[in-house]
C-alpha cells in the first residue's frame, strides 16, 4: 500500500469534513479525477475507500471500465462528451458531469430510449462566461427548463461547472456562490424541483466550493500528483 496515497486521501477527506461543517451541506462526494493514472493506481485508491471517479476521454474510460470490471465502481465522465461518441458510454456510467447543450440532452435521451435505460448528469453552465468553456450560460439555461420537460429518459440531477483557469481560490468563491444561487433560482420550475447536485471545485478551490454549497468535488492532482 502506497502510504503517501494514503495520507493524501485522509488530508483531503478531513479538509472536506471541516469544510462541510462551515458549508450548507451535510454529504459531499469526492470524485477522484483518475484520467492521468493507470488501472493499478486507481486499485490503490480502491483499497483506501474511494469509489467514484472521473474520467474525461471516452476510450480511456471505456478502457478502464473492462481492466476494472471486478471493482464496484461509480464511474463519472466529467469531460466534454461528443454526440458522436455518447452511444459508448451512456448508460454504463453513473453520472455525466459535463451536458453542455440541448442537443446533447437530447442524444442521450435517444440513447437512452434505445436501450431502455435511465441516464443521470449535470448541467453544465459556464458560471464564468469564459469563452474557452463549453456550457449554458446562465440566460440559456432558464430558457431551456421547459424543453427538459420533454425528456424522459435522462434525468438531470443539478449543475456542474468549471471555473476559468489562473484564479485564486478566494476569487472563485464569488463564482460557487453564484452557481449556488443558479440552482437554488431555477428549483422553483418543475423541470427542476428535485435539483440537488453541485458539482463545483478541484483539488486547488474544493474547500471554497463546499462552503458555498457543493455536494461533489472533483479532486485529480491532490491525490495523484502532489
Not at 451535510?26 to 471517479?53: F, H
Not at 431555477?186 to 458555498?212: C, F
Request: with cysteine.
Amino acid at each position: 500500500m502506497d502510504s503517501i496515497l494514503k495520507q493524501r486521501i485522509l488530508e483531503i477527506q478531513k479538509n472536506i469534513e471541516d469544510s462541510v461543517e462551515q458549508g450548507q451541506r451535510e454529504l459531499v462526494t469526492m470524485v477522484a479525477v483518475s484520467k492521468t493514472v493507470e488501472a493499478d493506481k486507481i486499485r490503490e485508491t480502491y483499497e483506501l475507500g474511494i469509489r467514484d471517479y472521473g474520467e474525461n476521454r471516452v476510450p480511456v474510460l471505456e478502457k478502464k471500465m473492462e481492466d476494472l470490471k471486478d471493482l464496484d465502481i461509480s464511474w463519472h465522465f466529467i469531460g466534454h462528451l461528443q454526440r458522436n461518441k455518447a452511444k459508448k458510454i451512456v448508460g454504463k456510467v453513473a453520472m455525466i458531469h459535463a451536458i453542455d447543450s440541448m442537443r446533447l440532452i437530447e442524444t442521450i435521451d435517444t440513447i437512452c430510449q434505445k436501450q431502455d435505460c435511465l441516464q443521470m448528469g449535470l448541467l453544465q453552465v459556464n458560471i464564468g462566461e469564459d469563452p474557452n468553456k463549453f456550457g449554458f450560460t446562465e440566460e440559456e439555461l432558464l430558457a431551456s427548463l421547459d424543453q427538459l420537460q420533454r425528456f424522459t429518459h435522462i434525468k438531470i440531477c443539478g449543475l456542474m461547472t468549471i471555473l476559468p483557469y489562473g484564479r485564486t481560490p478566494e476569487e472563485n468563491i464569488s463564482w460557487f456562490q453564484r452557481l449556488s444561487e443558479l440552482l437554488n433560482k431555477v428549483k422553483v420550475h418543475p423541470a427542476a424541483k428535485e435539483w440537488t447536485e453541485l458539482s463545483m471545485g478541484m483539488s486547488n478551490d474544493y474547500q471554497e466550493a463546499i462552503r458555498a454549497g457543493a455536494t461533489m468535488v472533483r479532486i485529480g492532482s491532490a491525490i495523484y500528483q502532489a
